[in-house]
């Protein structure tokens, strides 16, 4: 009597290929390793939560604290907000990427709940 197995056919390979190809898109374009994407980004003060979520900062008047970010070569090369930073401040924030296209930088190191600058690529 024959034994048949799944691997005979062609779907558990199309399975295979398809988590591959996403597995490796995720890795490429939104995992925390993934390389920014140079250009200017857009960025906002923020707070992240224990639950690490952000919550938009204000000033007394209600207005947000935002400011304006440039990346060359993947890293962060220029951030201003009110006046910009050097880049030896710069060099000291700890960079957080979500993906290609946003990140958030901090100079507290705590793990969780602490002040941010969230920055999303302008257009």
């Given at each position: 009597m024959e034994e048949r197995t799944m691997w005979r056919t062609w779907k558990p390979y199309a399975v295979?290929?398809?988590?591959a190809i996403?597995?490796?898109?995720w890795?490429?374009?939104?995992?925390?390793?993934?390389?920014?994407q140079d250009g200017s980004y857009s960025c906002t003060g923020v707070y992240v939560?224990?639950?690490?979520?952000?919550?938009?900062?204000?000033?007394?008047a209600g207005q947000r604290y935002s400011g304006t970010a440039r990346v060359e070569g993947g890293e962060l090369v220029e951030l201003?907000?009110?006046?910009?930073?050097?880049?030896t401040q710069?060099?000291?924030?700890?960079?957080?990427?979500?993906?290609?296209?946003?990140f958030h930088v901090t100079d507290d190191p705590?793990?969780?709940m602490y002040n941010?600058?969230?920055c999303e690529l302008a257009g």
């Open positions: 295979l290929a398809v988590l996403g597995g490796i898109w890795w490429n374009a939104q995992s925390p390793f993934a390389t920014l939560n224990e639950d690490s979520k952000y919550e938009i900062l204000v000033d007394s201003a907000g009110a006046t910009p930073l050097t880049t710069i060099s000291r924030l700890m960079l957080k990427s979500t993906g290609t296209t946003k705590a793990t969780k941010a600058i969230a």
